[in-house]
């Protein structure tokens, strides 16, 4: 069975800095791309950042020059370094990756961790 679980989030002021984590375990052969979504409150779920397999990234408008996504393939691990942060970056991120396990392929998604950004 394969899992991915977020950490990191928390509460944190405005100008602040936090990095999240996103682990992939189970009985998986290999990852392809990985992925970071948010929903802030009462808002559509959106695409934050995107890493695939080679490590090319691209971000949301909204969070370039500000976020930096990352992974470690060693540890089945992405993360994303979110520095500057404001109080619209308050919601719930989500990281989904798309994992060939020994007897599946799909996306998998984690049960999210809430960051929220006081002014």
């Known amino acids: 069975q394969v899992q991915l679980v977020e950490s990191g989030g928390g509460l944190v002021q405005a100008g602040g800095s936090l990095r999240l984590s996103c682990a992939a375990s189970?009985?998986?052969?290999?990852?392809?791309?990985m992925r970071w979504h948010r929903q802030a409150p009462g808002k559509q779920r959106e695409l934050v950042a995107a890493?695939?397999?080679?490590?090319?990234?691209n971000y949301a408008d909204s969070v370039k020059g500000r976020f930096t996504i990352s992974r470690d393939n060693a540890k089945n691990t992405v993360y994303l370094q979110m520095n500057s942060l404001k109080p619209e970056d308050t919601a719930v991120y989500y990281c989904?990756?798309?994992?060939?396990?020994?007897?599946?392929?799909?996306?998998?998604w984690g049960k999210g961790t809430l960051v929220t950004v006081s002014s």
């Open positions: 890493i695939t397999s080679g490590s090319s990234t």
């Open positions: 189970g009985s998986i052969f290999s990852i392809n791309a």
């Open positions: 989904n990756a798309e994992i060939r396990a020994l007897a599946s392929y799909g996306i998998y």
